[in-house]
């Protein structure tokens, strides 16, 4: 009997044991975490529609790649720096010109944000391997590289010679410092390693001049249409990765 008891005693510290090693395990609370992640993009801006007009809808995907450092402070709250990287897509003004051309740019970014992560898990007191989480954050973006794509069939149908690089009287500016600030989700399954894998999903707005083109008032006035009417480039990012959480 006494042997029994014995027994019984080893097994229930075992699992209280394995218990309290599951917690430490996956509970993020005072842990620095890198990322690295990548995946499509879609975005929209001012006369992204002529893509859509053009039957070339599907240029406007393209891709993003960026890495992240965090640290949680608690079990439902840390902290992280991300850098991106980015291929985008634009274009000039297509209704006030007369031979309704399409001209097309491709244009990079990188861009810097600081993001305040939100855990559910820690929120509900649990601790477990699937980790989803919220976010919100604010950063800036340097956009540049910007060129005439090739393969876009006729830019400019109605004949003539652009005078300036993308447009025949429309400005794209080259090179742009923007604000931006962003809100999204991640699901993250954990190993025991400290290693993990997510996904994602992550709405950007930036500044108007993040495609080299802010539409001025006299721009509005001479032709209503032809701009989008907000004031904030957008795009839409879905990111896989892996991470790593230091013990």
């Not at 950063?139 to 393969?151: L, Q």
């Not at 001479?222 to 957008?234: E, I, S, V």
Request: glycine share 12%; with cysteine; net charge neutral.
């Amino acid at each position: 009997m006494r042997k029994l008891l014995i027994l019984a005693a080893l097994l229930v510290s075992c699992t209280f044991a394995a218990k309290a090693q599951s917690k430490s395990e996956f509970d993020p609370a005072g842990r620095w975490i890198i990322s690295i992640m990548g995946g499509p993009m879609y975005q929209r801006n001012e006369n992204s529609f002529v893509y859509e007009y053009r039957h070339m809808g599907q240029k406007l995907i393209t891709y993003s790649v960026g890495a992240a450092v965090g640290y949680d402070f608690t079990s439902s709250f840390g902290l992280r720096g991300v850098v991106e990287y980015g291929l985008n897509r634009g274009c000039a003004n297509y209704y006030q010109t007369s031979a309704r051309g399409f001209y097309p740019y491709n244009f990079k970014n990188v861009s810097g944000f600081v993001d305040a992560m939100m855990h559910f898990n820690g929120l509900n007191a649990i601790t477990r391997r699937f980790a989803p989480k919220a976010y919100a954050g604010i950063g800036v973006a340097h956009t540049f590289g910007f060129d005439k794509p090739s393969g876009y069939g006729d830019e400019n149908p109605g004949g003539g010679i652009w005078s300036e690089k993308f447009h025949p009287w429309q400005r794209i500016y080259e090179s742009n410092l923007t604000f931006g600030f962003r809100l999204g989700g991640i699901l993250e399954y954990d190993f025991a390693s400290g290693i993990g894998l997510f996904a994602d999903l992550c709405g950007e707005a930036y500044t108007d001049m993040f495609n080299g083109l802010a539409p001025n008032e006299e721009d509005h006035e001479a032709q209503g249409k032809g701009y989008a009417g907000f004031p904030l480039d957008l795009r839409l990012t879905l990111s896989f990765g892996i991470t790593y959480r230091f013990r």
